[in-house]
């Protein structure tokens, strides 16, 4: 046990695909399916950055169904890094990222590193959005991806993003 | 003969071949314009109206040509995927009626889960007892080691079975995994197992144990906001969380955990913050940041002290019992000595309860032990008063007691209540001002001043025998009678020079019972008008509640009245007209506001 670890927060709302981008992303998960009384479920990764492992401990943290229920923000302390999943195809995909980016950062530091993940691509390769102005209220964001757990596009290079900023 | 046919023909099928040929005409028009979808939609609202009337009139036959589809495509469609789109309708709808079925129809639900459950609880029962067995089986076999000598004589002398001891044994809580964990993020700092055996993935079971942790937690402050999830039980293993600074100790342990390993799990715990709280702090999964070694090193401490306890797994063989029989004098000696030690140790401790119990105190959380000959007894109990009365009877006994008590006590609240009901009864009837006063939790004070001493006694005397068992402190003063008149001249309200000296004793008294308000009352002689007599008893005491004003009584301490008639006391209001013209005093409670 003398890797590195990390926790990796990924938050978005109900069926975004947070499970599906973890199971492409991960090939041991402690359970597939949430534990529905606590709402998340937590998968390991070991990956190599720069000859040195990495193991990331990824909380995928059970969006809420609607509005009204609460997200147990207790999950989210102490990360080392968050990846706010968005699905292309949800009306107000700004607005929800802006009110995950907020959660996330009313119980963490503000340099902690963020990725926003633009998930289902496979469904509308042509979409595209600019959210430019998240990006540049939110400084910690470093980049976004057009992800898609089907295609496993941009997933692999998403979290090494991540785990590089991370280690830095 | 073709006209008369054609005739015929007329008078007998014009209107329909009209008709017909109308038909042929929209249809050939139809179908010169190649136009499908006009067709199409033509023939869809017929179709329409031909399913609905059908439906509504031989619903039965609709039935069973739609049925087998359903079936078929119900089946592939819960076969084919596991996360169908069926599933997400219908889930929600199962659970609801499934609780609604358990609400309302619990007894048929239990009847039908029973056989289910119950061969679940007693194969689990069987296994537990079976593990059991095994234990006591081996510690049965192992009949020559120094533990079972000791455990037969310490059956023999308290009248206690082997197999009782056996089993005691068995159940010693024993430390199997240690995790030191970040308590913000979860992340495990290290892990230590006995005999090295290590588990798989311990970083997610801490990440797992913090998940659940935080989520119990949370949800408890919502309702209960001092507490904190200490233990989670599975089987017969416990898992004992003790937080502290920025991290947490997760202590796997097998059998049931005492006092004494609580505490000890505590100081571990408490020696790690103590000299590595900066880097477990900071800490953010870089392992090289940490001090593994000397932390592992105070933690390795909790596997260590409990093995004392633990019988371990010496099998003699038969060359060793012959070595065993050829010492035997030793151990015994030295289980003999042990088993002294321990007995004085429980002698004692029984002696120390019998003596709480025989006072009737009710302690909470309390605990009890001997280490190094000095035995401590830990816990809780409602007032100061029983704290003190604790220490009191425990004051010769040779015991090291650390015993705190709850600020807030119900029967202090009770105290309060009865004191309240006497005092108001007591107050109302002598016309007294009498207060009290708790201080902590056994002391009361009783304060004021009263008319009489009758009374006084009266009220020391219940008081002292309702609450015998606290400390009572009376303050009680007896009010000095106010005989003394100021006595003025025929048709005067002048005072007198010489009753200076009455009017400064007058304004004494009124500062020290300042509970209590001087009355003056006025009085005339019975000669005179009575609206005359009225007045200047007036003037009489205005006069005189003024003068005492002067004097610094608070003028709301001062209630006049005034008669245009001598003072009752007077016996030949005709001969004792001189006694008659004056001013009297009293003492009266002043009205609570």
Redesign the interface.
């Known amino acids: 046990?003398?890797?590195?670890?990390?926790?990796v927060i990924l938050i978005g709302n109900f069926s975004v695909g947070k499970t599906s981008l973890i199971r492409r992303f991960v090939e041991n998960s402690?359970s597939d399916e949430y534990i529905s009384?606590?709402?998340?479920k937590?998968s390991?990764k070991e990956i190599k950055i720069n000859d040195e492992i990495l193991?990331l401990?990824i909380?995928d943290i059970e969006g809420a169904v609607d509005k009204v229920k609460r997200v147990?923000k207790?999950?989210m302390?102490?990360?080392?890094g968050v990846i706010i999943v968005a699905d292309i195809f949800s009306s107000d995909i700004k607005d929800d990222i802006i009110s995950h980016l907020d959660d996330f950062y009313s119980v963490n530091k503000d340099n902690i590193p963020a990725i926003i993940a633009l998930n289902k691509i496979d469904k509308n390769r042509d979409f595209t959005i600019n959210i430019e102005d998240i990006l540049s209220n939110y400084p910690m964001i470093l980049d976004k991806f057009y992800t898609s757990a089907k295609d496993s596009l941009n997933v692999e290079e998403m979290f090494k993003l991540l785990s590089k900023e991370m280690l830095k | 003969m073709d006209k008369d046919f054609e005739k015929l023909r007329k008078l007998l099928v014009n209107k329909e071949i009209e008709q017909l040929d109308n038909i042929i005409l929209r249809v050939q028009k139809i179908e010169n314009h190649h136009k499908k979808d006009i067709l199409i939609e033509h023939l869809s609202t017929l179709i329409t109206e031909i399913l609905s009337k059908n439906i509504k009139n031989n619903p039965q036959q609709i039935y069973s040509i739609v049925h087998p589809f359903v079936i078929k495509g119900l089946k592939e469609e819960l076969t084919n995927s596991s996360n169908s789109e069926i599933s997400k309708v219908l889930a929600p709808l199962i659970s609801s009626s499934m609780k609604e079925q358990v609400h309302e129809q619990k007894d048929s639900i239990v009847d039908a889960l029973y056989p289910i459950m119950g061969n679940m609880i007693s194969k689990y029962v069987t296994n537990a007892f079976k593990e059991m067995m095994v234990d006591v089986n081996h510690k049965l076999q192992d009949t020559l080691s120094s533990q079972t000598i000791k455990r037969k004589i310490k059956s023999k002398i308290y009248n206690i079975s082997e197999a009782e001891l056996i089993l005691k044994e068995s159940n010693i809580a024993k430390v199997k995994s240690i995790f030191l964990i970040h308590k913000e993020s979860g992340m495990l700092i290290l892990d230590i197992h006995r005999d090295n055996n290590e588990i798989d993935e311990p970083e997610m079971v801490a990440s797992m144990l913090s998940a659940i942790k935080s989520f119990i937690n949370d949800w408890i402050s919502n309702h209960d906001k001092m507490s904190e999830v200490s233990e989670i039980e599975y089987g017969n293993s416990s898992i004992i969380i003790e937080s502290a600074g920025s991290s947490y100790l997760a202590v796997v342990m097998d059998g049931k955990i005492d006092f004494k390993m609580q505490e000890q799990i505590s100081l571990t715990l408490t020696k790690i913050v103590l000299n590595h709280s900066a880097q477990i702090a900071n800490y953010d999964g870089d392992p090289d940041t940490i001090e593994k070694e000397k932390i592992i090193s105070i933690l390795s401490t909790l596997f260590i002290t409990k093995d004392k306890d633990i019988p371990t797994d010496n099998k003699f063989p038969i060359l060793s019992t012959i070595i065993l029989l050829f010492f035997l004098l030793t151990p015994i000696l030295w289980n003999g000595y042990s088993y002294y030690q321990e007995y004085l140790i429980e002698k004692k401790e029984s002696s120390i309860l019998s003596i709480i119990k025989k006072d009737k105190i009710k302690i909470y959380d309390f605990k009890i032990k001997t280490l190094k000959n000095t035995t401590y007894i830990d816990g809780m109990v409602l007032t100061k008063f029983d704290k003190n009365r604790l220490y009191k009877i425990l004051s010769n006994v040779d015991v090291v007691t650390n015993i705190s008590y709850v600020d807030y006590s119900p029967i202090n609240k009770y105290i309060q209540l009865q004191l309240n009901k006497i005092l108001l009864d007591f107050n109302s009837k002598y016309s007294s001002n009498i207060e009290y006063n708790i201080s902590g939790d056994n002391d009361i004070y009783i304060k004021g001043a009263i008319i009489n001493s009758v009374a006084k006694d009266k009220l020391t005397q219940y008081i002292s025998k309702i609450f015998k068992d606290y400390n009572i402190n009376f303050d009680i003063n007896i009010l000095p009678k106010l005989k003394e008149r100021i006595y003025f001249d025929i048709s005067s309200s002048e005072i007198k020079e010489k009753y200076n000296k009455l009017l400064d004793n007058i304004s004494r008294l009124s500062n020290i019972h300042n509970s209590y308000n001087i009355k003056i009352t006025g009085y005339t002689d019975i000669l005179g008008s009575s609206i005359f007599n009225t007045n200047l008893s007036s003037k009489r005491a205005n006069t005189v509640k003024d003068a005492l004003i002067k004097r610094g009584i608070n003028k709301n301490s001062i209630i006049i009245t005034n008669l245009a008639t001598p003072p009752k006391d007077i016996s030949d209001v005709s001969k004792e007209r001189e006694l008659s013209r004056c001013v009297g005093f009293n003492w009266e409670m002043k009205s609570s506001e």
């Open positions: 046990m003398s890797k590195k670890q990390k926790k402690f009384t606590i709402g998340m937590i390991k193991l401990l909380w147990n207790t999950y302390r102490g990360a080392n």
